[in-house]
């Protein structure tokens, strides 16, 4: 069985710092990784996703992310970080059949 | 652009009543998925079709039962609401593919059972 672990669950960063949101996941076989983001009173969207390849994956917003196998991992990076960023974001991991599943997120707040 | 839509934004409901969830998508997706988002409890997966009359149970199917009759549709029922699911309700859309392919979702339902 898969599962995701997103430790924090509230990361509060001042405007124009980096940013790192931590996602780990256990897995017997091996998946997808997608990193989506939730604006307040909207669904999720995808920011990105890692299928196979380049362990560094871009995505939209200037967003990237790193897919590390040996640590199970596949953080979330931004080099500079705008108040339009504040939002939850959500790791998930595809099983590969039809399952997907999803950390319990974290509240990214940006400051001024 | 998929477009995922959701028959309410807000919904408030009394216990014992029988509720309907409407989702429709317009990209011909096969998947079609129903969350539950609570706080500290991320998205949990209610019910899951990948075909027309085809369902599958998620992790927390209890209480709630889904149709879907056309593609494009996919209904959650409350059979009998009670006050432990109010919740926001999350559908979504993939096309098949094995997890391939990302999730396309609704912005929500929230629902208030009182």
């Known amino acids: 069985a898969q599962s995701v672990t997103q430790l924090d669950s509230q990361v509060p960063v001042f405007e124009e710092a980096p940013v790192e949101l931590r996602c780990n996941y256990s897995?017997?076989?091996?998946?997808?990784l997608f990193w989506y983001v939730q604006y307040p009173n909207q669904g999720l969207q995808l920011l990105l996703k890692?299928?196979?390849?380049?362990?560094l994956v871009k995505g939209i917003n200037g967003f990237e992310a790193e897919f590390n196998k040996s640590q199970t991992s596949f953080h979330l990076r931004k080099p500079s970080v705008h108040i339009s960023d504040t939002a939850e974001y959500f790791c998930?991991?595809?099983?590969?059949?039809?399952?997907?599943?999803f950390g319990t997120g974290t509240r990214l707040k940006v400051l001024a | 652009d998929v477009k995922v839509t959701q028959s309410s934004r807000y919904l408030v409901k009394r216990t014992g009543e029988k509720v309907f969830l409407e989702c429709v998508q317009d990209?011909?997706?096969?998947?079609m998925f129903w969350y539950r988002q609570d706080p500290g409890l991320g998205l949990r997966l209610i019910y899951f079709?990948?075909?027309?009359?085809?369902?599958e149970k998620g992790d927390i199917p209890e209480g709630y039962s889904v149709s879907r009759e056309k593609k494009e549709r996919f209904s959650l029922i409350l059979e009998s609401a009670s006050t432990n699911q109010t919740s926001m309700y999350l559908c979504?859309?993939?096309?098949?593919?094995?997890?391939?392919?990302?999730?396309?979702f609704g912005p929500g339902t929230r629902l208030t059972v009182t």
């Open positions: 890692y299928l196979s390849g380049s362990t």
């Open positions: 897995s017997s076989v091996s998946v997808y």
């Open positions: 990209m011909d997706h096969e998947n």
């Open positions: 979504a859309s993939s096309l098949e593919g094995r997890g391939l392919y990302e999730q396309y």
């Open positions: 998930a991991v595809s099983d590969r059949i039809y399952k997907y599943i």
């Open positions: 079709s990948y075909d027309v009359k085809m369902k």
